[in-house]
């Protein structure tokens, strides 16, 4: 409970320090070279670019090796009630690399004074090293095998241009003291690619559900062994290593080890790019502008799918637009809402047996318009840009599940940021103190409501949550909280509430708030303050909207120059009802909340 009346919901954990021990050693070296042919008119100039380049990693990733409890609330830790106990039982140890090289052929070819085109192709190729073990039982299994490494060439052909016409009517800044053009025109299609991190084998190398691959302890609802604090203080050995319900087929304890694999099809991400721009003086010659569209499609995104999860719908959840349930009612603890993590697995010999893909997608359009003044001022300077645009994607159910999550859907990007205004202004004090301030006003990102859980049964803490209408909803205690939810929420969380009631709600159906960040850089003049010419001296500031917040309101942050971070959790499991087949759910009346008192940095 807080002082201004609120609640603050979370899932409490109690129990071992999960980073004791987390360990990272990176190595690079690499070779660079670039050689450049000029014809005798000047007007070709090839450029040959060759790069190879290696980066190891060494990393312990060992964590919560003393176990976690987590608790619904913190009457159920008074209770000993615990959710769920989980342990790392197995070191985390990864060891591996990659070899990269590359290969760039392009020509700037002048064709003639005002059109300059551009082409070019680049070659990449990558090699990982310290592959996966092979384990013959999951390829037996499932019709996959542990030791692959996505190892691929890939070829990346581009092209540009650029148009100059008119003629300026200031004089250009002295090459030969003659008028520049008016405006130009540029351009260029091409092929973008990514390639892997060096660190991309780490979770295969892990698990690879071989003995002494990482292995997880779960113990959920009953099977969470009761807690003896004391006890395991004084002898850390005595932690538990298995579940309190060790039966044979016991659903709520898991220990069988993870799986993770690469798909055949795996390729780095490949982005289709295009784009225009021109730029001239605006205004009777007194601004510089330009405007620049670009439309951008990235293909090969990472996606996964659970090879070893059955979708065989168990039930269905009628209050919440039927929601399928992949485990048996049986499987669901009454107590706490806890889900039995075995109950929807195919082969109880092991756990998520995660395949990576490459199968998604996204598209980006964006169009900037830019202003900056035309004539030099040795007092005054300032530059303003005004971004316009829109990113969709597509995604698989195991990264934001209502249905199936199997199933590919389509909604708006993680990143999909509307409108963006980026400034910077600069003023010379009597030429002995340069001022430079830099701020980016943006608008919100998108968010989803969700459930604090798992309540579908794919092993994921990920599921959206259905938005209850309390004038329809048969829970009495969760209508009281959607009723006072909806009388307090502020802004976009209320609004995104009223759009979603009766439904579950779809991906990224909210926005955060606006938000603003600056830079503010002092410079002083060397010759004014009688420091040597080559000397330079500058404070810097890297959130001073964020200092001002704090000089004048102290304790109050009111968030000025911080990143909003809504609360995007809307309903907590706290029980299940088997008879009617209904989630209790208890509201977060901080669903969508931006104040810095949560989330200042």
């Known amino acids: 409970a807080f002082a201004d009346g609120s609640d603050g919901l979370r899932v409490v954990t109690f129990g071992g320090n999960p980073f004791v021990g987390v360990r990272t050693t990176s190595t690079s070296a690499g070779v660079l070279n670039t050689l450049s042919w000029f014809t005798t008119d000047s007007r070709h100039?090839?450029?040959?670019?060759?790069?190879?380049?290696?980066?190891?990693?060494?990393?312990?990733?060992?964590?919560?090796?003393?176990?976690?409890?987590?608790?619904?609330?913190?009457?159920?830790l008074e209770a000993a009630r615990p959710l769920a106990f989980t342990r790392q039982l197995v070191p985390q140890l990864r060891t591996g690399g990659q070899a990269t090289?590359?290969?760039?052929?392009?020509?700037?070819?002048?064709?003639?004074?005002?059109?300059?085109?551009?082409?070019?192709?680049?070659?990449?190729?990558?090699?990982?090293?310290?592959?996966?073990?092979?384990?013959?039982?999951?390829?037996?299994?499932?019709?996959?095998?542990?030791?692959?490494?996505?190892?691929?060439?890939?070829?990346?052909?581009?092209?540009?241009?650029?148009?100059?016409?008119?003629?300026?009517?200031?004089?250009?800044?002295?090459?030969?003291?003659?008028?520049?053009?008016?405006?130009t025109v540029r351009g260029g299609v091409g092929i973008f690619q990514g390639l892997p991190p060096a660190t991309l084998l780490g979770p295969a190398l892990d698990n690879t559900g071989l003995p002494g691959s990482t292995q997880q302890l779960g113990c959920f609802g009953l099977a969470a062994p009761a807690q003896d604090w004391g006890?395991?203080?004084?002898?850390?050995?005595?932690?538990?290593?298995?579940?309190?319900?060790?039966?044979?087929?016991?659903?709520?304890?898991?220990?069988?080890?993870?799986?993770?694999?690469?798909?055949?099809?795996?390729?780095a991400p490949r982005s289709a790019r295009g784009n225009l721009q021109w730029s001239g003086a605006v205004l009777r010659n007194r601004f510089m502008a330009s405007v620049d569209a670009t439309l951008s499609r990235t293909a090969h995104q990472a996606s996964w799918v659970d090879l070893n999860f059955a979708p065989v719908t168990g039930f269905t959840l009628g209050d919440e637009g039927g929601?399928?349930?992949?485990?048996?009612?049986?499987?669901?603890?009454?107590?706490?809402?806890?889900?039995?993590?075995?109950?929807?697995?195919?082969?109880?010999?092991?756990?998520?047996?995660?395949?990576?893909?490459?199968?998604?997608?996204?598209?980006?359009?964006?169009?900037?318009?830019?202003?900056?003044?035309?004539?030099?001022?040795?007092?005054?300077?300032?530059?303003?840009?005004?971004?316009?645009?829109?990113?969709?994607?597509?995604?698989?159910?195991?990264?934001?599940?209502?249905?199936?999550?199997?199933?590919?859907?389509?909604?708006?990007?993680?990143?999909?940021?509307?409108?963006?205004?980026?400034?910077?202004v600069g003023y010379n004090v009597l030429d002995a103190v340069r001022i430079s301030w830099t701020g980016i006003v943006r608008s919100g990102t998108p968010f989803t409501p969700l459930v604090g859980g798992d309540v579908n049964g794919d092993g994921l803490a990920n599921d959206r949550a259905f938005v209850a209408d309390p004038a329809r909803t048969a829970d009495a205690a969760l209508a009281d909280g959607m009723r006072a939810l909806l009388a307090e929420a502020r802004g976009e969380a209320r609004d995104c509430l009223a759009r979603t009631l009766g439904t579950l709600a779809p991906r990224h159906a909210c926005r955060g708030p606006w938000t603003q960040t600056a830079f503010l850089e002092i410079a002083l003049n060397p010759l004014k303050v009688g420091l040597p010419q080559r000397a330079t001296l500058s404070f810097q500031v890297g959130n001073p909207l964020g200092a001002l917040d704090q000089l004048l309101h102290g304790g109050a942050l009111r968030g000025w120059g911080q990143?909003?971070?809504?609360?995007?959790?809307?309903?907590?499991?706290?029980?299940?009802?088997?008879?009617?087949?209904?989630?209790?759910?208890?509201?977060?009346?901080r669903f969508g909340d931006t104040r810095p008192a949560v989330s200042a940095v």
């Open 231 to 267: 006890r395991w203080l004084a002898d850390p050995a005595s932690v538990p290593a298995q579940c309190a319900l060790a039966l044979p087929g016991d659903p709520f304890g898991n220990g069988a080890p993870n799986v993770v694999t690469f798909g055949e099809a795996w390729r």
């Open 563 to 589: 990143p909003a971070l809504p609360d995007p959790v809307l309903v907590y499991p706290r029980g299940f009802d088997p008879v009617a087949r209904r989630y209790r759910y208890e509201v977060n009346q």
């Open 101 to 183: 090289a590359a290969l760039a052929l392009g020509d700037a070819w002048r064709v003639t004074r005002a059109l300059q085109l551009q082409l070019g192709v680049r070659v990449d190729g990558n090699l990982l090293t310290g592959l996966p073990a092979r384990n013959p039982d999951v390829e037996a299994a499932f019709g996959v095998r542990t030791d692959r490494a996505p190892n691929r060439v890939y070829v990346s052909p581009r092209a540009g241009f650029s148009w100059s016409y008119g003629t300026a009517p200031a004089l250009a800044g002295f090459e030969g003291a003659v008028r520049g053009p008016r405006a």
């Open 323 to 424: 929601r399928p349930v992949f485990v048996p009612v049986t499987s669901v603890d009454p107590r706490t809402g806890a889900i039995a993590p075995r109950a929807s697995r195919l082969d109880p010999r092991f756990n998520a047996v995660t395949q990576n893909l490459s199968d998604v997608a996204s598209t980006a359009r964006q169009l900037q318009v830019t202003l900056a003044p035309f004539t030099f001022s040795s007092r005054w300077q300032w530059f303003a840009a005004y971004t316009l645009a829109r990113n969709t994607e597509t995604f698989r159910g195991f990264a934001s599940a209502a249905g199936d999550p199997r199933a590919i859907e389509r909604s708006p990007g993680a990143f999909d940021v509307r409108h963006q205004l980026t400034y910077r």
């Open 45 to 76: 100039r090839f450029k040959l670019s060759t790069e190879l380049r290696h980066d190891g990693f060494e990393r312990d990733q060992t964590t919560n090796r003393l176990g976690t409890f987590s608790y619904n609330s913190l009457a159920d």
